[in-house]
Protein backbone atom coordinates (compact mmCIF):
# COMPACT_ATOMS: atom_id res chain seq x y z
CA UNK A 1 0.00 0.00 0.00
CA UNK A 2 2.87 2.36 1.05
CA UNK A 3 4.34 1.51 -2.48
CA UNK A 4 1.58 2.39 -4.48
CA UNK A 5 0.34 5.59 -2.34
CA UNK A 6 4.33 6.94 -3.58
CA UNK A 7 3.42 5.72 -6.98
CA UNK A 8 0.25 7.67 -6.71
CA UNK A 9 2.16 10.89 -5.68
CA UNK A 10 3.87 10.77 -8.63
CA UNK A 11 1.44 10.21 -10.84
CA UNK A 12 -0.51 13.33 -9.64
CA UNK A 13 2.99 15.24 -10.02
CA UNK A 14 3.24 14.37 -13.60
CA UNK A 15 -0.78 15.72 -13.94
CA UNK A 16 -0.41 18.64 -12.06
CA UNK A 17 2.40 19.67 -14.37
CA UNK A 18 0.42 19.02 -17.64
CA UNK A 19 -2.31 20.74 -16.67
CA UNK A 20 -0.66 23.44 -14.67
CA UNK A 21 -3.63 26.23 -14.60
CA UNK A 22 -5.83 23.81 -16.68
CA UNK A 23 -7.77 22.04 -14.48
CA UNK A 24 -9.55 19.10 -15.57
CA UNK A 25 -7.32 18.58 -18.79
CA UNK A 26 -6.05 15.63 -19.50
CA UNK A 27 -6.42 11.36 -18.13
CA UNK A 28 -8.34 11.57 -14.84
CA UNK A 29 -9.44 8.35 -13.78
CA UNK A 30 -12.84 8.36 -11.53
CA UNK A 31 -14.48 5.60 -9.77
CA UNK A 32 -18.46 5.49 -9.13
CA UNK A 33 -20.28 3.15 -7.04
CA UNK A 34 -23.11 1.44 -8.69
CA UNK A 35 -25.96 3.05 -6.55
CA UNK A 36 -25.07 6.13 -8.16
CA UNK A 37 -23.37 6.01 -11.52
CA UNK A 38 -26.25 4.86 -13.43
CA UNK A 39 -28.73 7.51 -12.00
CA UNK A 40 -26.18 10.62 -11.92
CA UNK A 41 -23.81 10.35 -15.03
CA UNK A 42 -26.04 10.32 -17.51
CA UNK A 43 -27.26 14.09 -16.69
CA UNK A 44 -23.02 14.88 -15.42
CA UNK A 45 -21.02 13.71 -18.15
CA UNK A 46 -22.80 16.40 -20.65
CA UNK A 47 -21.73 19.09 -18.30
CA UNK A 48 -18.65 17.69 -17.94
CA UNK A 49 -17.82 17.76 -21.75
CA UNK A 50 -19.51 21.37 -22.40
CA UNK A 51 -17.47 22.81 -19.45
CA UNK A 52 -14.18 20.57 -19.10
CA UNK A 53 -14.12 19.95 -23.84
CA UNK A 54 -9.94 18.64 -23.17
CA UNK A 55 -10.96 16.37 -20.15
CA UNK A 56 -10.12 12.31 -20.90
CA UNK A 57 -12.66 10.95 -17.71
CA UNK A 58 -11.77 7.30 -17.53
CA UNK A 59 -14.22 5.45 -15.44
CA UNK A 60 -14.98 2.54 -12.93
CA UNK A 61 -17.90 1.31 -11.58
CA UNK A 62 -17.53 -1.01 -7.96
CA UNK A 63 -18.06 -1.39 -4.59
CA UNK A 64 -16.67 1.22 -1.99
CA UNK A 65 -14.27 -0.68 -0.39
CA UNK A 66 -12.30 -1.48 -3.67
CA UNK A 67 -12.49 1.95 -4.97
CA UNK A 68 -11.14 3.28 -1.95
CA UNK A 69 -8.79 0.72 -2.06
CA UNK A 70 -7.87 2.13 -5.35
CA UNK A 71 -8.09 5.78 -4.10
CA UNK A 72 -5.43 4.83 -2.00
CA UNK A 73 -2.90 3.04 -4.45
CA UNK A 74 -2.89 5.72 -6.81
CA UNK A 75 -4.72 3.39 -8.95
CA UNK A 76 -7.73 6.37 -9.06
CA UNK A 77 -7.88 9.84 -8.88
CA UNK A 78 -11.17 10.28 -7.53
CA UNK A 79 -14.48 8.74 -6.51
CA UNK A 80 -17.98 9.43 -6.38
CA UNK A 81 -19.31 7.17 -3.21
CA UNK A 82 -21.79 7.70 -0.70
CA UNK A 83 -21.41 8.67 2.85
CA UNK A 84 -21.14 7.83 5.91
CA UNK A 85 -17.96 5.26 5.64
CA UNK A 86 -14.61 5.36 6.94
CA UNK A 87 -12.80 7.85 4.41
CA UNK A 88 -9.54 7.83 7.00
CA UNK A 89 -7.12 9.41 5.03
CA UNK A 90 -9.11 10.63 1.99
CA UNK A 91 -11.08 14.54 1.84
CA UNK A 92 -14.33 14.77 0.13
CA UNK A 93 -16.65 18.00 -1.12
CA UNK A 94 -20.16 17.36 -0.52
CA UNK A 95 -22.60 16.29 -3.76
CA UNK A 96 -26.15 15.96 -2.54
CA UNK A 97 -28.03 14.39 -0.41
CA UNK A 98 -30.16 11.14 -1.45
CA UNK A 99 -33.28 10.48 0.40
CA UNK A 100 -33.74 6.44 1.40
CA UNK A 101 -37.42 5.57 0.27
CA UNK A 102 -39.66 2.70 0.99
CA UNK A 103 -39.97 0.49 -2.07
CA UNK A 104 -42.95 -2.39 -1.51
CA UNK A 105 -45.30 -4.84 -3.68
CA UNK A 106 -48.24 -2.31 -5.42
CA UNK A 107 -50.73 -4.59 -3.45
CA UNK A 108 -49.24 -4.28 -0.43
CA UNK A 109 -50.95 -2.80 2.97
CA UNK A 110 -48.52 -0.06 3.86
CA UNK A 111 -48.97 1.66 0.50
CA UNK A 112 -51.92 2.82 1.56
CA UNK A 113 -49.84 5.17 3.88
CA UNK A 114 -48.58 8.13 2.76
CA UNK A 115 -45.27 8.21 4.70
CA UNK A 116 -43.96 4.79 6.54
CA UNK A 117 -42.41 4.12 9.38
CA UNK A 118 -38.94 2.41 8.96
CA UNK A 119 -39.36 0.10 12.49
CA UNK A 120 -42.67 -1.26 10.03
CA UNK A 121 -39.91 -3.28 7.80
CA UNK A 122 -38.90 -5.44 11.33
CA UNK A 123 -42.04 -7.57 10.31
CA UNK A 124 -41.71 -7.65 6.62
CA UNK A 125 -39.58 -9.83 4.21
CA UNK A 126 -36.58 -7.35 3.81
CA UNK A 127 -34.64 -7.62 0.48
CA UNK A 128 -31.55 -5.68 0.43
CA UNK A 129 -27.82 -5.90 -1.89
CA UNK A 130 -26.23 -8.46 -1.30
CA UNK A 131 -22.61 -7.77 0.97
CA UNK A 132 -20.27 -4.94 -0.20
CA UNK A 133 -22.72 -2.90 -1.44
CA UNK A 134 -22.29 0.30 1.52
CA UNK A 135 -26.20 0.89 0.62
CA UNK A 136 -27.32 -2.32 2.16
CA UNK A 137 -25.50 -0.87 5.73
CA UNK A 138 -26.84 2.52 5.18
CA UNK A 139 -30.30 1.49 4.99
CA UNK A 140 -29.92 -1.07 8.19
CA UNK A 141 -27.77 1.74 9.93
CA UNK A 142 -30.87 4.74 9.02
CA UNK A 143 -33.85 2.39 10.15
CA UNK A 144 -31.71 1.05 13.03
CA UNK A 145 -32.51 -2.23 12.13
CA UNK A 146 -29.85 -4.97 13.11
CA UNK A 147 -27.75 -6.84 10.58
CA UNK A 148 -27.36 -9.90 12.16
CA UNK A 149 -30.86 -10.49 10.98
CA UNK A 150 -29.58 -10.14 7.26
CA UNK A 151 -26.34 -12.32 7.01
CA UNK A 152 -25.58 -13.71 3.74
CA UNK A 153 -27.31 -17.10 4.42
CA UNK A 154 -30.48 -15.67 5.31
CA UNK A 155 -33.35 -14.20 3.26
CA UNK A 156 -33.08 -12.90 -0.43
CA UNK A 157 -30.52 -10.35 -1.59
CA UNK A 158 -30.13 -8.69 -4.93
CA UNK A 159 -26.69 -7.68 -6.76
CA UNK A 160 -28.25 -4.45 -8.25
CA UNK A 161 -30.79 -2.14 -7.84
CA UNK A 162 -32.46 -3.20 -11.25
CA UNK A 163 -33.02 -6.66 -10.02
CA UNK A 164 -33.43 -5.33 -6.05
CA UNK A 165 -37.15 -3.80 -8.03
CA UNK A 166 -38.09 -6.76 -9.66
CA UNK A 167 -37.63 -9.21 -6.62
CA UNK A 168 -39.91 -6.62 -5.00
CA UNK A 169 -42.43 -6.27 -7.63
CA UNK A 170 -42.87 -10.11 -7.83
CA UNK A 171 -43.93 -10.23 -4.35
CA UNK A 172 -40.15 -11.70 -2.40
CA UNK A 173 -40.74 -8.58 0.20
CA UNK A 174 -40.11 -4.79 0.79
CA UNK A 175 -36.69 -2.73 0.86
CA UNK A 176 -35.22 0.70 0.28
CA UNK A 177 -34.27 2.57 -2.62
CA UNK A 178 -32.43 5.85 -2.63
CA UNK A 179 -34.54 8.87 -3.97
CA UNK A 180 -31.99 9.26 -7.21
CA UNK A 181 -32.91 5.62 -8.50
CA UNK A 182 -36.35 6.22 -8.28
CA UNK A 183 -36.31 10.11 -9.99
CA UNK A 184 -34.50 8.09 -12.85
CA UNK A 185 -37.64 6.08 -13.05
CA UNK A 186 -35.88 2.41 -12.06
CA UNK A 187 -39.17 1.43 -10.66
CA UNK A 188 -41.53 2.92 -13.18
CA UNK A 189 -42.30 -0.28 -15.10
CA UNK A 190 -42.50 -2.40 -11.89
CA UNK A 191 -45.58 -3.39 -9.83
CA UNK A 192 -43.95 -1.35 -7.12
CA UNK A 193 -45.12 1.46 -4.73
CA UNK A 194 -42.49 3.78 -3.56
CA UNK A 195 -43.06 6.02 -0.49
CA UNK A 196 -41.26 8.25 1.90
CA UNK A 197 -39.71 7.30 4.99
CA UNK A 198 -41.80 8.57 8.66
CA UNK A 199 -37.60 9.34 10.38
CA UNK A 200 -35.09 11.82 10.49
CA UNK A 201 -31.82 11.49 8.56
CA UNK A 202 -33.03 9.22 6.29
CA UNK A 203 -30.21 9.64 3.71
CA UNK A 204 -26.93 9.29 2.37
CA UNK A 205 -24.91 12.10 1.39
CA UNK A 206 -22.92 11.21 -2.17
CA UNK A 207 -19.43 12.79 -2.26
CA UNK A 208 -16.30 13.08 -4.47
CA UNK A 209 -13.40 11.48 -2.24
CA UNK A 210 -9.97 11.84 -3.33
CA UNK A 211 -6.25 10.74 -1.46
CA UNK A 212 -5.75 13.14 1.62
CA UNK A 213 -3.07 15.78 -0.02
CA UNK A 214 -3.12 14.64 -3.52
CA UNK A 215 -2.78 17.31 -5.90
CA UNK A 216 -6.10 16.43 -7.87
CA UNK A 217 -8.04 18.13 -5.05
CA UNK A 218 -9.24 21.15 -6.75
CA UNK A 219 -10.51 18.99 -9.39
CA UNK A 220 -12.09 16.66 -7.29
CA UNK A 221 -13.69 20.17 -5.84
CA UNK A 222 -14.72 21.16 -9.44
CA UNK A 223 -16.16 17.16 -10.17
CA UNK A 224 -18.35 18.06 -7.24
CA UNK A 225 -19.68 21.00 -8.11
CA UNK A 226 -20.62 19.62 -11.34
CA UNK A 227 -22.12 16.82 -10.47
CA UNK A 228 -24.34 18.97 -7.79
CA UNK A 229 -25.43 21.23 -10.20
CA UNK A 230 -26.19 18.37 -12.34
CA UNK A 231 -28.42 17.26 -9.40
CA UNK A 232 -30.27 20.80 -8.35
CA UNK A 233 -33.25 20.51 -10.41
CA UNK A 234 -35.80 18.71 -8.54
CA UNK A 235 -35.85 15.09 -8.90
CA UNK A 236 -38.88 13.43 -7.08
CA UNK A 237 -42.08 14.58 -6.17
CA UNK A 238 -43.04 15.96 -3.10
CA UNK A 239 -44.26 13.78 -0.04
CA UNK A 240 -47.72 15.29 -0.54
CA UNK A 241 -47.93 14.14 -4.16
CA UNK A 242 -46.92 10.49 -3.67
Known sequence: MRAGAILGQAEDLVQACRGAGQPLTGRFRLGVIPTIAPFMLPAALPALRTRFPK????????LTHRLIHDLKAGVLDA???ALPYDMAGLDWAHV???ELMAALPSDHPLGASRRITPQTF???????LEDGHCLRDHALAA????????NR????AATSLATLVQMVGSGLGVSFLPAMAVASGLADNAQVTVRPLDAADMSREVVVAWRAGSTRATEGRLLA?????????????PAEAL
Open 79 to 81: AVI
Open 55 to 62: LRLFLRED
Open 143 to 150: CGLGGQRF
Open 96 to 98: DDD
Open 153 to 156: DEGF
Open 225 to 237: EVFAKSRAAPCIA
Open 122 to 128: EREELIL
